[in-house]
């Protein structure tokens, strides 16, 4: 390949409306790869330069019009995904010498154009939802197909590599590895994320496990005592003026039970020199508070607030025009009833909030008086894995509250997240910006549109003018919930449901007999999420993912999180169980397995080994038993992947006696040392119970 099929690296931007796309972005390098002849990948032209194509899609994004997605890109970095499989696949039975020094370019090509336009594509995306909000369905926008660089290997263990190289030891590798994994990470080199991050808290050890300098393997939540395990005190902090002597402010009871819609502090009726907190019914001029409970401000109205920090959200919200504040410390009591009355209204709360306030340890360490773009990008870095953005709570908050979210940073500064995200975007660095895409309680709601416009834009008129309905799918919800925790049991399942409407369900077999007659997306189900034991929801999470609170940090189980399941066929939920189509590869269970003299010897039967391990452990009393894949949704001769970063295959496993319905047995990871089993396509739909 000549010079001349490839143009210069040097910074080019281009200008469509308010976005700039700077395509000096250094594109995404394997694992440091010498080849025979001693040619180093960062030495190659392809990976210097930029493809013609690339340029072609950084020019068609420039004239794409606001409010329009780019399919055609998508559907051509699909098909250099495509490429570089087959490339890669041609590559690994090459004869050594020049064939085999042929590929190794052509894959160097084929891995730059895909990573530079999957950057290019996403940049697009999230001009597109900063604009006009995000919406139902936008996250299909970033679910591309996923690619294997090099023969056998997937993107994910060479993301897991890469993305290791400078890593900061105070991040937690658990919140890390929570946005590594995500769809709008894929093609994402992480040394400029750390970098900026480091450039904060670079020179301070870890912090998840006591008595040690290093972070959590990033196992799962119950490996990290940030989750599990630390001591908290609650009311334990204090404004940073304070002398950390103040007196505590209780409620006045008897105003709070006088307010009859949702409650928050007056500023203007309590008395900050006394030490009765006084309510007012939350509004529209409200300013509604996100903290982290463990982080010290946590307690109830009837223990106490510190006189300090109801002085600080006075003042901040009088510099916003707000004549109340919002936090759950001096607004949810302990008594049952009136807890309940507040979970019901903290969707109203947030949403009709002025402005949103997030407050985060981390954040509140950030001096912002002199707010340069370097800054900015730190700020990004660090609310992306602070604990307040691996909390549910804080997550549903956000959610609902993300039309003015601001960061609460030192000195009682605040910083709009919104306009941050919006200038790291036009003129910093795309490859930070484009992350907040895995975030959609980060990034403002669609606007509805009004009524006299409905036949001009009719897709965006579907999208609900109320909170009662969301962009947020159960699979997608689900999926964000599966990476974030709840301390308090049972929480989760009233934050799933509040995510997805108004109501407050409080277990998990009422949350699913109420989503009857709707879709679900089947790779969704691949997760370590227990299963409900009733009959007819034996398929269904009890909970958004694995119980992490009660899982001991001995306990070394494979930890799968949920994905959303965008790209998959979904299946319809029913009183009788969950109607879907899957490929299939159906087998005897243990009670025919059994009569085979031996397994090893017995050629016959592919996977073997695997099959013997699957019927021991789930299918003892099964007459047949079946493995499940899901179906793309973009293809349906292709099974789908599951997301996360995993060596095997990961498979759904059924029992039945009778092949009329299946139930539920769990999920097994196949190991590939042993080839699949051939699948077939389900003509119909099968009933799991």
């Known amino acids: 390949m000549s010079k001349n099929d490839a143009a210069s690296s040097d910074p080019v931007k281009f200008d469509s409306g308010n976005i700039q796309l700077d395509l000096a972005y250094s594109s995404l390098n394997l694992p440091a790869q010498k080849h025979d002849s001693g040619n180093m990948w960062d030495d190659l032209e392809v990976t210097k330069n930029f493809s013609t194509n690339t340029i072609r899609v950084a020019l068609y994004i420039a004239n794409t019009t606001v409010g329009t997605f780019t399919s055609p890109i998508s559907r051509f970095i699909n098909t250099v995904t495509q490429l570089l499989e087959v490339a890669s696949r041609l ?300 909390r549910a709570w804080t997550f549903l908050e956000a959610f609902r509250g993300r039309h003015a979210v601001h960061l609460l940073c030192k000195n009682n500064a605040i910083v709009s997240l919104k306009e941050t995200i919006e200038i790291v975007h036009r003129r910093g660095s795309i490859d930070l910006a484009n992350l907040f895409l895995a975030g959609p309680h980060l990034l403002p709601l669609m606007k509805p549109v009004p009524d006299q416009y409905r036949n001009v834009f009719p897709s965006r008129s579907r999208i609900a003018p109320s909170i009662e309905e969301t962009f947020l799918s159960v699979g997608m919800s689900g999926s964000l919930l599966s990476h974030r925790t709840a301390s308090r049991p049972g929480d989760d399942i009233v934050i799933w449901s509040l995510l997805l409407n108004d109501e407050s369900i409080k277990n998990a077999k009422d949350f699913w007999r109420s989503r009857v007659d709707t879709l679900l997306e089947t790779s969704f189900l691949l997760s370590s999420a227990p299963r409900l034991k009733i009959r007819g929801l034996g398929w269904a999470p009890a909970c958004p993912g694995p119980q992490t609170i009660s899982r001991s940090s001995s306990d070394l189980r494979p930890f799968y999180v949920a994905y959303d399941g965008v790209d998959s066929e979904p299946g319809s939920i029913k009183r009788e169980g969950f109607f879907s189509r899957w490929f299939i590869y159906e087998f005897g269970g243990m009670r025919n397995l059994l009569h085979l003299k031996s397994w090893k010897s017995n050629r016959a039967i592919r996977g073997t080994v695997n099959l013997q391990k699957i019927s021991a452990q789930y299918l003892q009393k099964c007459r047949w038993a079946a493995l499940l894949r899901p179906i793309s949704s973009n293809d349906e001769n292709t099974p789908l992947e599951y997301r996360g970063d995993i060596k095997g295959a990961l498979v759904i496993v059924v029992g039945s006696n009778d092949k009329e319905a299946w139930e539920w047995k769990g999920i097994y990871e196949w190991d590939l040392a042993e080839l699949l089993p051939t699948f077939t396509l389900t003509p119909n739909k099968i009933l799991i119970v």
Not at 93 to 119: C, H, N, Y
């Open 91 to 390: 590559a690994a039975v090459a004869e050594p010498g020049p064939d085999e020094q042929k590929w190794f370019i052509v894959r160097a090509f084929l891995w730059t154009t895909w990573q530079q336009s999957t950057m290019l594509q996403f940049c697009h995306v999230l001009h597109q939802f900063l604009h006009s909000g995000m919406h139902r369905g936008g996250d299909r926008e970033i679910a591309l197909r996923k690619t294997l660089p090099s023969a056998q290997i997937s993107m994910q263990p060479i993301s897991r590599l890469s993305a290791s190289v400078l890593k900061p030891k105070y991040m937690c590798i658990w919140a890390f590895e929570r946005l590594r994994s995500g769809p709008a990470s894929i093609a994402l080199d992480f040394r400029r994320f750390h970098q900026r991050y480091a450039e904060i808290f670079g020179d301070r050890d870890g912090r998840c496990l006591e008595g040690s300098i290093d972070p959590c393997e990033g196992k799962s939540p119950s490996h990290c005592q940030r989750f599990t395990g630390a001591i908290v005190e609650d009311q334990s902090a204090h404004d940073l003026k304070c002398s950390k002597s103040c007196i505590k402010m209780f409620w006045d009871e008897t105003s709070y039970r006088n307010v009859k819609g949702a409650r928050a502090v007056s500023v203007y009726e309590t008395d900050s020199d006394g030490y009765k907190l006084r309510y007012c019914e939350a509004t529209e001029n409200t300013l509604a508070i996100s903290h982290v409970w463990s982080h010290g401000q946590g307690g109830r109205p009837e223990t106490g607030f510190n006189r300090c920090l109801h002085l600080r959200y006075v003042s901040i919200a009088r510099s916003l025009s707000c004549d109340s504040y919002w936090m759950d410390t001096p607004c949810i009591p302990e008594d049952h009833q009136l807890r309940a009355e507040s979970i019901a209204k903290i969707n109203h709360v947030f949403a009709q909030s002025k402005v949103t306030l997030v407050c985060d340890r981390d954040l509140m360490e950030i001096d912002v008086q002199n707010l340069t773009l370097e800054l900015r990008e730190s700020i990004l870095a660090v609310i992306l894995v602070c604990d307040w953005n691996v």
